[in-house]
């Protein structure tokens, strides 16, 4: 049965142009990029040329960029990175929404370094509020780490006020953009949104519709930051291991074909996204919408549907032909509602409840249709 695909989120199909890339350096033949010979050097140049084409992508140096095994490894690296190398204290402030490599990557610093962690508050659309954040902020603050944009409710989070107010007391600034990265036009220099005051930002390629296990880390070259990984000295010291070649070619090239008019697309999925939640909220009695209705992803829709369970709903809809998930696929199989709802305010009986649906290409009215029709279908047959 072909699957209508409603999970990018989690994992965005891969794109053509990655295979491509990563067959190309597998039929060039294995080499390590660390090696002085011919075949070293010609992995070398690959591994630069795709760093150049990712950093180029978010208007940034290739020195600010250091290459990862995914989105985990690059939060874990530039919150206890920075945390650790920097000695204005041991004061950190995050939401009790961000994703997990966030949250325990802080937890870690309080338990073994003894750091301090504030969690701001969020309101019911699941957003920070600038003034919060800024009455959080102390002398001692080291880092404040906010997500672009929630995973599971795709709300998006007034950043750049949040950051301007940060930096200005010296403050450094980390956002989470694996979520944002691949649907916003996200620069990391200059004036451009998410504006200039921020000190690093994750991505990770599988958002992209490139391999899984790569990521990035952006973060200022003139910053301190302490590895995490010990070893070789790789990635300018910040991260031993022998690169992913393969993997950061196919990484350069998803992110090179996503981000090739990404403003346009986006659009298209905002036309998608607001078809489906309003065909949704008006058919499928008992729905509501979680996160911002306006201010979220634009290939992203996840509700709460009272009276049924998110999880046997997702194994109903993909028993038809519908692939989505019940939130954050980090969090997949645990039990108890998820912990972002409950944050937001979300009673837990209906958090229990949750459902996301989130694309990388604009939806049909054929598809939208389908997905509407078969939900409104399970919703009813779970109810009786």
């Known amino acids: 049965m072909a699957h209508e695909y409603l999970d990018a989120a989690a994992t965005a199909p891969l794109r053509a142009e990655a295979r491509a890339a990563m ?64 000695p204005r204290g041991r004061h950190l402030v995050t939401t009790p929404i961000e994703h997990p490599s966030v949250l325990e990557s802080c937890r870690y610093l309080e338990r073994v370094f003894g750091f301090e962690l504030t969690l701001l508050p969020v309101n019911f659309d699941g957003r920070v509020d600038p003034a919060d954040a800024a009455a959080a902020l102390r002398p001692d603050t080291t880092l404040i780490s906010v997500g672009l944009a929630n995973a599971e409710v795709g709300t998006v989070q007034p950043l750049p006020e949040i950051a301007a107010h ?45 391999p899984q ?33 393969a993997g950061a070619a196919g990484f350069a090239a ?13 659009l298209e999925l905002i036309r998608s996204r607001d078809a489906l939640i309003d065909r949704v909220l008006a058919e499928v009695p008992g729905s509501r919408l979680t996160g911002h209705r306006s201010e979220r992803l634009p290939g ?58 989130t694309f990388a290409e604009a939806l049909s009215e054929e598809a939208v249709e389908r997905i509407v029709r078969a939900l409104r279908s399970e919703v009813q047959a779970a109810r009786r």
């Open 300 to 357: 992203h829709a996840s509700f709460v549907v009272a009276g049924v369970s998110g999880e046997s709903l997702l194994i109903a809809l993909d028993a038809t032909g519908i692939a989505v998930s019940s939130g954050s696929a980090c969090a997949a199989g645990m039990d108890g509602p998820s912990p972002a709802l409950l944050a937001m305010g979300v009673d837990p009986a209906l958090a229990q409840t949750a459902i996301r649906f």
């Open 23 to 86: 067959l190309a350096v597998f039929d060039a033949g294995a080499a390590n990029p660390s090696s002085v010979h011919a075949p070293g050097n010609r992995a070398k140049r690959s591994l630069e040329e795709s760093r150049f084409r990712i950093a180029a992508a978010f208007n940034a140096r290739p020195a600010d960029l250091v290459l990862t095994s995914g989105g985990t490894e690059a939060n874990n690296l530039a919150i206890i990175g920075l945390a650790l190398a920097t």
């Open 254 to 266: 998803a992110v090179s074909a996503t981000c090739t008019g990404v403003g346009t697309r986006a």
């Open 213 to 245: 296990g790569m990521g990035a880390l952006f973060v200022r070259r003139h910053l301190p930051l302490e590895a995490i990984l010990h070893g070789g000295g790789q990635e300018g010291g910040a991260r031993s291991g022998t690169e992913n070649v």
């Open 166 to 210: 940060a930096a200005s007391l010296g403050v450094l600034v980390h956002t989470d953009a694996v979520q944002a990265a691949s649907s916003l036009p996200l620069s990391f220099a200059g004036e451009s949104w998410p504006g200039p005051d921020i000190h690093a930002m994750t991505v990770a390629s599988h958002k992209f519709g490139g």
